[in-house]
């Protein structure tokens, strides 16, 4: 897929494509088909979570809730899909919602905000996750690579029942 341009005829076609390719990744994650997400990720992909009211701040000098690198996202994929991850074993079920898809393009990608609730149910536990993604999305052919994928919660993790441990 990689070294093609993808081809828009136009700017519904393109929003379409990326709504698409949201949903596609939001399923993945609630199907746990961690190593099928995990490909959609670029090799410099930075996927991060912010702590609460610091997403306006450089991450390399505050506090994330997570800030993973390609490397350190395959080894939380790892970890995650094997009994080690307590916090997950067994796997929590999700129901991920995507709306108020918006996207602006330049430089050869894509920025994308979008809102989510994520609806975690483990143990007979309910918890929900409430924010904004954004996405910097690489055309790749017909589809797209993950460059950077930024979880922003409304809310603290206290709310949200207190841990982090499903990729948001």
């Known amino acids: 897929m990689t070294g093609t341009v993808a081809v828009f005829n136009t700017a519904s076609d393109l929003q379409q494509q990326v709504e698409q390719f949201l949903y596609h990744e ?15 990720m670029h090799p410099d992909v930075e996927y991060r979570v912010p702590a609460p009211g610091s997403d306006h701040l450089d991450p390399r000098n505050t506090l994330q809730v997570i800030h993973d690198d390609h490397v350190r996202l395959k080894g939380r994929v790892t970890r995650l899909k094997s ?21 602006e393009s330049g430089d ?14 483990r143990l007979g536990q309910l918890d929900h996750f409430l924010g904004t993604y954004r996405h910097v999305l690489v055309p790749t052919g017909t589809s ?19 841990t982090v441990s499903i990729i948001l």
Do not use: C, M, Y
């Open 83 to 103: 009994k080690h991850a307590h916090a997950e074993s067994p796997h929590s079920r999700t129901l991920r919602l995507v709306t108020n898809v918006r996207v």
């Open 26 to 40: 939001a399923a993945l994650l609630d199907a746990w088909r961690l190593d099928d997400w995990l490909a959609l």
């Open 108 to 121: 050869g990608e894509l920025l994308v905000h979008s809102n989510f609730h994520v609806v975690r149910t």
């Open 144 to 162: 797209f690579l993950v460059r950077q994928r930024v979880a922003t919660l409304d809310h603290g993790i206290v709310e949200a029942g207190g």
